[in-house]
C-alpha cells in the first residue's frame, strides 16, 4: 500500500515502513517519510500516539523491528553513526538541570561544539565568537552568562536549540520545545526556528501536540495517530476523512479562525482503517514523498 | 604571631610530609568532588571511603600494605555499584548502603581479627580518622601518583560527564556511551577516595571530597571556575588545618595535640557557610532537587 | 547458649531489629539512606563526648543524633539534601575525634560504640530499650499515612495541608530516637546495616506496604538471630554477620524482582510522562 520510492538525492532524512513492537504491543506501523533541506515540519500528535518513539527510533536510541532509516542517503542501522550525528541535531524537551550546575549558558552552548569528545578544549577566540555568535542566533546573548538552573523554560529551549545549532546540523529535531511554554515564549521559539530554516536551509521536524502555533510557519505535517502516520501539505492531511481513518473511528477537523482544532466523533463509528482500498496508491499514508 | 607559628613547623619531616600529601589530596578530591556533588552522588562518595578502609584493614591483617588494599576494595565496590548499577538515586542510595553495611561488617571481621593477631586497640580510631602526620613515606610517591591519575581522568572527563548529566539523551544522541563514562567516573572517585583515606581518613576524605566542592559551587558559575576554586578552597583548608593542629601541642591541656580532622572539618563547614552571607539560600521547593520524599522527574536512557 | 545472661542479648537484639526493621522500611522509601548512616555516626561522636564531660553515654547519644537529625532537617531545606547530611556527618564526626582524642583510654570503648557489644548488655538496659522502641513505632504509626503520602506525592501533599518539610523533620527525630538507644547494643555502623538491608530486600518481594514492614521486621529478627547464634559460637563480632546477611538479603530479593521480570527501576523511558510514548 505505500509506495517506496528511491531515496532522491537531497533527501535528509527518510524513514521507510518503520515498525516498532514493544512488550509485545504494536507502537509504531509503517511509518515512512522524508525531509529535504529546509523544510519545516511538525510531528504532530495526541500524547501517546508514538512521536517520541519516531524521534527515538531516528536518533538511534530504539531499533525498530523493520523498515529503514536513512539519513543523507545512507541507510542507518543500529545505534552510533557518525552521519547522523553529523547532520541530525537534537534538542531534548528537559534538561536535568540542578541550581548548582556549574554551567552558564555559554558553557552549555560551547559544549555542543565538542562536548561528546574526551579532553579538555583550548580556549580560543574563535571559539567564544562561534559561541557568541550561535547564541545571537537564537536570541540568548542578553543572558548568556547566566547559570543554567537560573533559567525560565523559554530560556531553557533556546539554549538547547544554540546547544544543537552550533554544530551546523542540517535537520533540527526538537521534541514537545512548546509544551511547557506560555504563548509568548512558544511564539519566540517558532520564529527562531522558521527563520534558521528560512536563512540558513536548516529543516526542521519539531514534535508537538498543538499545532496551532506551527501552523503558520509548517510546510508538511507527519501527522500521528495511534501508532499510525498520515504525510502531507496541512490541507492534504488535516481533514477529517484523512484523520478519521487514521484515528479508525470518526473525528472532526474544524478550522476555527484560522486555527485547527480536531473534535472526537461519537464513540464506534468504525471508519475502517488505513489500510482499505487495496492496490490504489495513497497520496497521504505511506512514503508521503509529495 | 608566635602563636600562630608555633617554633618547629617547617623543620619537622612529618610536617612537610603532611603538607605535600595534603595538598595531592585536597586538589584531587576537590575536582572529583565537583562532579560527585553535582550527580547527588555524596552518599557514595562516603561509602567509598568508608568501604576503603575496611580494605586497609584487610590489608594490615594479611602483611600488605595498606594503600593497596584501600585502593583494591575501592575500585572493587565502585565497580559492584555500577554494576548493580541502578539510575534512579533513590535506589542507588539504598544500594550502596548495602555495599556500605557489607563493607562495614567486613571491617567489623578485620579489626577483630587483628586485635587477635597483636596488641592494635588504638586500631579503630586511625582506621576512621587516619594520621596525616603519620604517612609513611615509601608511599608517598604511590600517593601521589594515584592522585594525578584520578584528576588526569577527570580532567579528559569533564566534558562528557557534564554533557551527560545535563541531558543523558542529547550525550546518546551524540554518540556519549554514557554508562561507560559514569563506571569510568566512579572508578576515579575510588581511587581519589581511596588514596584521600588512607592519607587521612574516612571522615576528612569525605570533608575534602563535598565540603570544598560544595562551596564552590555556590559561588562560582563555569564548569573551570568551579574546579579551580574548589582546589583552592581545599588547598586552603588543609593548609590551615594542618598549622593549626601543630599548632594546638601548644594550646591547653599542653602536650597534646588536637586531632587535625577537627580542624579540617571545622574549617570546611565553615567556609561552606560563610557563602551563605553571600547568596542567601532560597527555600526548594519539594520534588526540584531528591530532598526525600521528592518525586524527582528524573529520566534515564536506554531502550 | 540460652543461659541467663544470654537471654539478655536475645531480648535486646530482638528489639532491636523490631526497631530497625519498621524504621527502616520508611528509611528506604524516602530514600534517607544517607541520613540513617549519619544519624547513628553522630550518636556515636556525641557517646564520646559525654564520657569526656563524665556524663551519662546515653545522654550524649540522645543529645548528637538529635542535634544530627535536626540539622539534616533544617540544612536539608536550604542545600542539597546529600550535601547538607555529609557537612553534618563530618562535622559531628570531627568533633567527636576532638572528644576522643581528649578523652583517655577510649579505643576499646570506640570499638563497641561503633561495632557494638550485644554480648555484654546489663538488663537495667532492656526496659529502656523496649521502651524507646515501642515509643519509636508508635510516633511512626500515627504519622503513617502523611509519611507515605509525603514520600510519594509531595506535592499533592503540600495542596493537602501537610507539609513535607515538617514530616521530614518528625521522621529524622524518630529515627535519632531509636538509633541513639540501639547504638550502645549493636554500634552505631551495625545499626545501620540493620535499617538498610532488610528493609531493602523487603521492597524488592512486595510492594504492599504493611506486608513491606512485616518483612522487613522478620528479615531483620533473622539476621540478628542467625548472627548472635554465629557469633557466639565462632566468636566473630556480630556486626559482620548482620552486614553479609543483610547484603544476602538484598541479592535475593533483587535475584526474585528480575526473575519476575522486574527491575528495581521502571523502564526507562526518555522523556517525562505526558509527553507521550
Given amino acids: 500500500m505505500s509506495e517506496r520510492k528511491a531515496p532522491a538525492a537531497d533527501e535528509l532524512l527518510r524513514l521507510d515502513g518503520i515498525t516498532v513492537r514493544l512488550s509485545g504491543r504494536e507502537v509504531l506501523h509503517d511509518v515512512s517519510f522524508a525531509i529535504r533541506p529546509g523544510e519545516f515540519t511538525g510531528l504532530i500528535g495526541p500524547n501517546g500516539a508514538g512521536k517520541t518513539t519516531i524521534l527515538r527510533v531516528i536518533l538511534g536510541l530504539l531499533p525498530p523491528s523493520s523498515g529503514t532509516v536513512t539519513v543523507a542517503g545512507a541507510p542507518i542501522g543500529g545505534r552510533r553513526h557518525h552521519r547522523r550525528e553529523s547532520v541530525i541535531g537534537y534538542v531534548p524537551q528537559k534538561l536535568l538541570i540542578e541550581p548548582d550546575m556549574p554551567l552558564r549558558v555559554r558553557d552549555v552552548v560551547a559544549l555542543g561544539i565538542d562536548g561528546n569528545k574526551l579532553g579538555v578544549p583550548f580556549p580560543s577566540r574563535a571559539r567564544r565568537e562561534l559561541v557568541n555568535e550561535t547564541l545571537r542566533m537564537v536570541g540568548a546573548d542578553s543572558f548568556a552568562d547566566k547559570r543554567v538552573g537560573e533559567l525560565s523554560g523559554g530560556e531553557q529551549q533556546r539554549v538547547m536549540i544554540a546547544h544543537a545549532l552550533i554544530s551546523q546540523p542540517r535537520l533540527l529535531l526538537l521534541d514537545e520545545p512548546l509544551a511547557n511554554l506560555d504563548i509568548r515564549s512558544a511564539q519566540g521559539i517558532v520564529a527562531v526556528l522558521a527563520k534558521l530554516a528560512r536563512e540558513q536551509q536548516i529543516a526542521v521536524l519539531i514534535s508537538a501536540h498543538d499545532m496551532n502555533p506551527l501552523a503558520p510557519v509548517m510546510d508538511r505535517i507527519v501527522y500521528v495517530a495511534a501508532g499510525r502516520a498520515a504525510v502531507g501539505s496541512s490541507e492534504e492531511v488535516l481533514r477529517t476523512d484523512v484523520l478519521s481513518r487514521l484515528y479508525g473511528q470518526h473525528v472532526d477537523v474544524l478550522h476555527v479562525h484560522g486555527r485547527v482544532v480536531i473534535v472526537a466523533g461519537e464513540d464506534g463509528e468504525d471508519t475502517g482503517s488505513p489500510h482499505d482500498g487495496a492496490g490504489q496508491p495513497d497520496p497521504v499514508y505511506g512514503s508521503g514523498v509529495a | ?303 | ?277
Fill in chain 2, 1 to 303: 604571631m608566635h602563636y600562630l607559628i608555633e617554633p618547629g613547623l617547617w623543620s619537622s619531616s612529618p610536617v612537610r610530609v603532611a603538607v605535600l600529601v595534603g595538598t595531592v589530596v585536597a586538589i584531587t578530591s576537590a575536582v572529583v568532588g565537583v562532579f560527585t556533588v553535582t550527580r547527588g552522588q555524596s552518599f557514595a562518595g562516603h561509602s567509598l571511603a568508608d568501604v576503603a578502609t575496611t580494605g586497609g584493614s584487610g590489608a594490615f591483617l594479611v602483611g600488605l600494605n595498606q594503600f593497596w588494599g584501600f585502593l583494591a576494595f575501592g575500585v572493587v565496590a565502585a565497580i559492584i555499584l555500577e554494576a548493580i548499577g541502578v539510575q534512579r538515586r533513590r535506589g542507588r542510595d539504598v544500594t550502596t548502603g548495602v555495599v556500605l553495611g557489607a563493607g562495614l561488617g567486613l571491617a567489623a571481621l578485620f579489626l577483630y581479627l587483628g586485635t587477635q593477631q597483636s596488641n592494635t586497640t588504638g586500631a579503630s580510631f586511625t582506621v576512621l580518622f587516619g594520621s596525616i602526620f603519620v604517612i609513611q613515606s615509601s608511599t608517598i610517591p604511590a600517593l601521589i601518583a594515584c592522585g594525578v591519575i584520578a584528576l588526569v581522568v577527570i580532567v579528559t572527563l569533564s566534558r562528557v560527564l557534564l554533557l551527560s548529566s545535563l541531558s543523558p539523551e542529547v550525550a546518546a544522541a551524540r554518540g556519549v556511551p554514557v554508562r561507560a563514562v559514569g563506571a569510568a567516573y566512579l572508578v576515579a572517585l575510588a581511587i581519589s577516595v581511596s588514596l584521600s583515606s588512607v592519607a587521612i581518613g574516612a571522615v576528612l576524605s569525605t570533608a575534602l571530597l563535598i565540603g570544598p566542592a560544595a562551596t564552590a559551587l555556590r559561588i562560582a558559575k563555569g564548569p573551570v571556575r568551579a574546579m579551580v576554586t574548589a582546589a583552592v578552597i581545599g588547598v586552603v583548608v588543609t593548609w590551615l588545618g594542618i598549622l593549626l593542629a601543630y599548632d594546638s601541642y601548644y594550646w591547653p591541656p599542653h602536650g597534646h595535640a588536637w586531632p587535625v580532622s577537627f580542624f579540617i572539618v571545622a574549617l570546611v563547614v565553615l567556609a561552606y557557610l560563610l557563602t551563605y552571607l553571600h547568596r542567601p539560600a532560597r527555600r526548594r521547593r519539594p520534588g526540584l532537587t531528591g530532598a526525600p520524599g521528592a518525586a524527582r522527574p528524573e529520566v534515564e536512557v536506554g531502550a
Fill in chain 3, 1 to 277: 547458649m540460652f543461659s541467663g545472661f544470654m537471654m539478655n542479648t536475645w531480648i535486646a537484639a530482638t528489639i532491636v531489629a523490631v526497631i530497625a526493621g519498621v524504621v527502616g522500611f520508611f528509611a528506604v522509601l524516602r530514600g534517607s539512606t544517607f541520613a540513617a548512616h549519619a544519624i547513628p555516626n553522630g550518636a556515636f561522636a556525641g557517646a564520646a563526648g559525654a564520657s569526656l564531660l563524665g556524663v551519662n553515654t546515653l545522654v550524649g547519644l540522645a543529645v548528637f543524633s538529635i542535634a544530627g537529625a535536626l540539622g539534616i532537617g533544617a540544612f536539608g531545606r536550604r542545600a542539597r539534601h546529600d550535601v547538607a547530611t555529609a557537612l553534618i556527618l563530618v562535622l559531628m564526626l570531627g568533633v567527636g575525634a576532638l572528644f576522643i582524642s581528649l578523652g583517655s583510654q577510649y579505643a576499646q570503648e570506640t570499638y563497641s560504640l561503633l561495632f557494638g557489644e550485644v554480648f555484654g548488655i546489663s538488663p537495667d538496659v532492656l526496659l529502656p530499650i523496649g521502651i524507646l522502641g515501642a515509643v519509636s513505632v508508635l510516633a511512626l504509626a500515627v504519622i503513617f499515612r502523611p509519611l507515605m503520602l509525603t514520600s510519594a506525592m509531595p506535592e499533592v501533599a503540600e495542596a493537602r495541608g501537610v507539609s513535607p518539610q515538617r514530616i521530614e523533620m518528625v521522621f529524622l527525630l524518630v529515627m535519632a530516637l531509636a538509633t541513639s538507644m540501639t547504638v550502645p547494643v549493636v554500634g552505631a555502623l551495625l545499626m545501620f546495616s540493620l535499617m538498610i538491608g532488610p528493609a531493602a530486600a523487603a521492597r524488592s518481594f512486595t510492594a504492599r506496604p504493611g506486608l513491606a514492614v512485616a518483612l522487613s521486621v522478620a528479615f531483620g529478627l533473622i539476621t540478628v538471630w542467625i548472627g548472635i547464634a554465629v557469633s557466639y559460637e565462632t566468636n566473630w563480632p556480630l556486626g559482620f554477620f548482620v552486614g553479609v546477611l543483610g547484603a544476602a538479603f538484598f541479592l535475593a530479593g533483587r535475584g526474585w524482582a528480575s526473575l519476575r521480570g522486574r527491575r528495581l527501576t521502571r523502564p526507562a523511558r526518555t522523556v517525562p510522562a505526558n509527553a507521550g510514548a
